[in-house]
Antibody, heavy 118, light 107 residues
Framework: EVQLVQSGAEVKKSGESLKISCKGSGYSFINYWVGWVRQKPGKGLEWMAM????????RYSPSFQGQVTTSADKSTGTAYLQWSSLKASDTAMYYCAGWSKYDAFDIWGQGTKVTVSS | SYELTQPPSVSVSPGQTASITCSGD??????VCWYQQKPGQSPVLLIF???RRPSGIPERFSGSNSGNTATLTISGTQTMDEAEYFC??????????FGTGTKVTVL
């Protein structure tokens, strides 16, 4: 089965750093763009960033540029999203999703819940 | 920045047709896709490239896109279709923007 498996839930304090992961299985995602999507409790979906696993080319939403960093390890087919200094407002569910040749996110991870206390 | 606007909620009776709109400037010039998200679950792709359904998505889901409005239509709505629905548009200028989301209630 083709899937994206994300790392587990995190509970952090304001100011701490964090790196979450998204690993592809059942398929070679090396030629895939992987996106990161934020969903705050009770709110909608927000596109944050994209990364191409083959060469780590990345793109960011203007709203998230400078706030997060995405990276990738093509040898393991894993994408990462990291924060250098978390804020309480970063509390949310974070999804990774694969962007297909059909111009859509056709595979989604199960989500990583991040809780940041002040 | 580019914005996609959806109605916050739509109500429909079982077996009837629900229409969910997604509005944006010159949206008809871009590809639109639609996702369904049920509580506590990850989104699922319903429609891509305006009108196409991935394998496994029921035929009662259909899409259209013209002018400034894209529409997701659910024909013969079932109680299992109660969920939140998001549109998304993509091109080099809009990037990967999502719509505001619509909660569909089946009652």
């Amino acid at each position: 089965e083709v899937q994206l498996v994300q790392s587990g839930a995190e509970v952090k304090k304001s100011g701490e750093s964090l790196k979450i992961s998204c690993k592809g299985s059942g398929y070679s995602f090396i030629n895939y763009w992987v996106g990161w999507v934020r969903q705050k409790p009770g709110k909608g979906l927000e596109w944050m960033a994209m990364i191409y696993l083959g060469d780590s080319e990345s793109r960011y939403s203007p709203s998230f540029q400078g706030q997060v960093t995405t990276s990738a390890d093509k040898s393991t087919g894993t994408a990462y999203l990291q924060w250098s200094s978390l804020k309480a407002s970063d509390t949310a569910m974070y999804y990774c999703a694969g962007w297909s040749k059909y111009d859509a996110f056709d595979i989604w991870g199960q989500g990583t819940k991040v809780t940041v206390s002040s | 920045s580019y914005e996609l606007t959806q109605p916050p909620s739509v109500s429909v009776s079982p077996g009837q047709t629900a229409s969910i709109t997604c509005s944006g400037d010159k949206l008809g010039d871009k590809y639109v896709c639609w996702y369904q998200q049920k509580p506590g679950q990850s989104p699922v792709l319903l429609i891509f490239q305006d009108t196409r359904r991935p394998s496994g998505i029921p035929e009662r889901f259909s899409g259209s896109n013209s002018g400034n409005t894209a529409t997701l239509t659910i024909s013969g709505t079932q109680t299992m279709d109660e969920a939140e629905y998001f549109c998304q548009a993509w091109d080099s200028s809009t990037a990967y923007v999502f719509g505001t989301g619509t909660k569909v209630t089946v009652l």
